[in-house]
């Protein structure tokens, strides 16, 4: 942040001192300072992702103690496509178990795109990590069921548990991507072919098409972080959403894996685990304190939302977030 800007907020903060908390007001600001970014294209490969408005922008905290704190279009409903990625990751460790999945999915990065064809393990044929598509789909297929129908409500009941309400799909979003995902049905069935999914991939496919295609807004995103934050109970509703056994695999994939191509930057400038999706929303989780959730549309050329890194950098350093920041300094700016 430069030296102005820095007093600009400084300033903002102390005259609205007496009628909102500090939080809001910085958040606030915030949103004024990176809403005139212009950079980036909203999502094209999936057509109806193209009808996004490049000018929707929402930041939202929630803190461990079931705090919320909105700027902007934080009530705008859009999908939420790879942040799913972890969630469902969870869903199948708390049904068969670490050593299972663990056989199924590896946990290694790639440093590929989100949907690179080319990286199953030479000798075990598995999936480098459940955050690239073909990760993402292999653990799709281990949410099983008598049909499709109960499968998809598995996963629907874990986003209701972990967001507080009901959860609905985007049908326009979920067909259009049926209808163009051929590069990811490719994928499900090499995979198929090395016997790394069962039979019924087309299924499989579809509940991960689905699973992309559910509706947040950037309220929810920051409550489904904020629950990783809280040791897997959200923090608003008080109940649980996923075994705490199982937190330290989520958010260590999403460390390593979250931002695609981008993961070790911003495991480097960042320091948060967090996950992005091409809808435009993207997630960080701060154990232990809060969970950040952004949505702006506009993405940069490896997925990620160009506001959303702006936002999350920007944070980092004026509330000292990073992980392993040891000289992070108290700031009289934090969600209180
Ligand atoms: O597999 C796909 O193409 C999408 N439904 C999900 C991809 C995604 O969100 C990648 N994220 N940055």
């Known amino acids: 942040m430069s030296r102005s800007t820095r007093n600009d907020l400084a300033a903002l903060i102390k005259q609205t001192k007496s009628v909102a908390s500090p939080f809001r007001t910085y958040l606030n600001a915030l949103h004024q300072r990176f809403a005139s970014?212009?950079?980036?294209?909203?999502?094209?490969?999936?057509?109806?992702?193209?009808?996004?408005?490049?000018?929707?922008?929402?930041?939202?905290?929630?803190?461990?103690?079931?705090?919320?704190?909105?700027?902007?279009?934080?009530?705008?409903?859009?999908t939420i496509q790879s942040i799913s990625?972890?969630?469902?990751?969870?869903?199948?460790l708390e049904k068969h178990g670490r050593d299972f999945v663990n056989k199924k999915v590896g946990v290694e990065p790639t440093g590929d795109a989100f949907n690179s064809l080319?990286?199953?393990?030479?000798?075990?044929?598995?999936?480098?990590?459940?955050?690239?598509?073909?990760?993402?789909?292999?653990t799709a297929g281990l949410i099983h069921g008598p049909d499709s129908t109960a499968r998809l409500k598995q996963i629907m009941e874990m986003f209701r548990k972990?967001?507080?309400?009901?959860?609905?799909?985007?049908?326009?979003?979920?067909?259009?991507?049926?209808?163009?995902?051929?590069?990811?049905?490719?994928?499900?069935?090499?995979m198929l072919n090395f016997g790394m999914i069962d039979a019924n991939v087309?299924?499989?496919?579809?509940?991960?098409?689905?699973?992309?295609?559910?509706?947040?807004?950037?309220?929810?995103?920051?409550?489904?972080?904020?629950?990783?934050?809280?040791?897997?109970?959200?923090?608003?509703?008080?109940?649980r959403a996923i075994e705490p056994q199982y937190i330290r695999d989520i958010l260590s994939v999403m460390y390593t894996c979250?931002?695609?191509?981008?993961?070790?930057?911003?495991?480097?400038?960042?320091?948060?685990?967090a996950k992005s999706g091409v809808g435009g929303g993207i997630i960080a989780v701060v154990p232990g304190k809060?969970?950040?959730?952004?949505?702006?549309?506009?993405?940069?050329?490896?997925?990620?939302?160009?506001r959303g890194i702006?936002?999350?950098?920007?944070?980092?350093?004026?509330?000292?977030?990073?992980?392993?920041?040891?000289?992070?300094?108290?700031?009289?700016?934090?969600?209180v």
């Open 258 to 273: 979250g931002m695609y191509d981008y993961s070790g930057n911003w495991a480097y400038s960042v320091g948060l685990p």
């Open 162 to 190: 972990y967001i507080g309400h009901d959860v609905s799909i985007d049908v326009s979003v979920f067909v259009s991507e049926k209808t163009t995902g051929h590069r990811n049905r490719a994928i499900g069935h090499l």
């Open 118 to 138: 080319i990286r199953l393990d030479e000798k075990s044929k598995r999936p480098h990590n459940p955050m690239i598509n073909a990760g993402a789909i292999a």
């Open 290 to 306: 809060m969970g950040i959730g952004i949505f702006s549309p506009p993405l940069d050329e490896r997925g990620n939302s160009v």
């Open 37 to 78: 970014v212009n950079d980036g294209t909203p999502a094209d490969y999936i057509p109806e992702l193209a009808r996004a408005n490049p000018d929707w922008f929402g930041i939202s905290v929630v803190t461990v103690d079931g705090k919320t704190f909105n700027a902007g279009d934080a009530a705008q409903p859009f």
């Open 202 to 239: 087309d299924e499989t496919l579809d509940l991960y098409f689905q699973q992309c295609s559910i509706l947040v807004t950037s309220q929810d995103l920051a409550t489904i972080a904020a629950t990783l934050a809280n040791k897997g109970i959200n923090p608003v509703t008080g109940e």
């Open 85 to 92: 990625k972890p969630f469902v990751y969870g869903l199948a």
């Open 310 to 335: 702006n936002v999350c950098q920007a944070m980092v350093q004026d509330l000292g977030l990073h992980v392993f920041d040891c000289e992070a300094k108290a700031t009289e700016i934090m969600p």
